[in-house]
């Protein structure tokens, strides 16, 4: 478009520093000057793509099992982003989170995009993995969260059937790893400037002036 300059954020839905930077960046962006000539993309990134859903166990669970670490600790590491969160106005639960792969997520965030309906899900996802310990891979979970943003459900669940957006969702990862993004989330400005990481709402803000300057 013209006259605006094109923000990219890769994020995965199951990723507690994507949905803390989401809201950091948002922070940033409601003082920038120029908010209102911002385009915002979100792109699909798996942290895990081999992981297997399990509703047996909480993320907790999964992460002591999966690094060696004891129950304990893992929720030592859990109760500390969860503080990081709280601070952003989020309520993280993770003895509630459900270990799912987060591939049609994204295939879901995919179809909404097409909708106009991009930031919409992203949030609606983030707000039901961590929040309130939706199953994330399950369709009829992501068939109604979809139609909470508006989306056709008959539309929602033809896309998840079939498999659709999974090209889309693997052209996004494969343009990450081309672009050496490692980890998510990672924001690319005026596909000139690459931020990694939940950075605080000033270095947002700092960039964002730096690369609309220019």
């Given at each position: ?88 106005g ?17 295939r ?100 964002l ?6």
């Amino acid at each position: 478009m013209i006259n605006k300059m094109q923000i990219e954020i890769w994020s995965d839905v199951m990723c507690p520093w994507c949905y803390i930077g989401k809201r950091r960046f948002e922070k940033a962006l409601a003082q920038f000057e120029h908010k209102d000539k911002i385009e915002i993309e979100w792109k699909s990134f798996q942290l895990n793509p081999s992981m297997k859903t399990d509703t047996s166990k909480s993320i907790n669970q999964y992460l002591a099992e999966i690094k060696g670490w004891t129950l304990d600790y893992s929720r030592q590491m859990h109760d500390q982003v969860t503080q990081l969160a709280k601070a952003e106005g989020l309520n993280y639960d993770f003895d509630k989170a459900v270990v799912a792969n987060s591939f049609d997520a994204h295939r879901l965030m995919q179809f909404a995009k097409t909708n106009g309906r991009g930031h919409e899900i992203e949030e609606r996802l983030f707000k039901a993995y961590f929040e309130e310990g939706k199953n994330i891979a399950d369709h009829n979970t992501l068939t109604e969260l979809g139609v909470d943003v508006g989306l056709n459900k008959e539309e929602i669940k033809k896309v998840l059937a079939e498999g659709a957006f999974a090209d889309e969702v693997k052209k996004d990862v494969h343009e990450a790893n081309a672009i050496g993004c490692t980890g998510v989330p990672f924001f690319v400005l005026n596909r000139k400037y690459g931020i990694s990481g939940a950075q605080e709402p000033e270095t947002f803000l700092k960039a964002l002036e730096k690369a609309f300057g220019e």
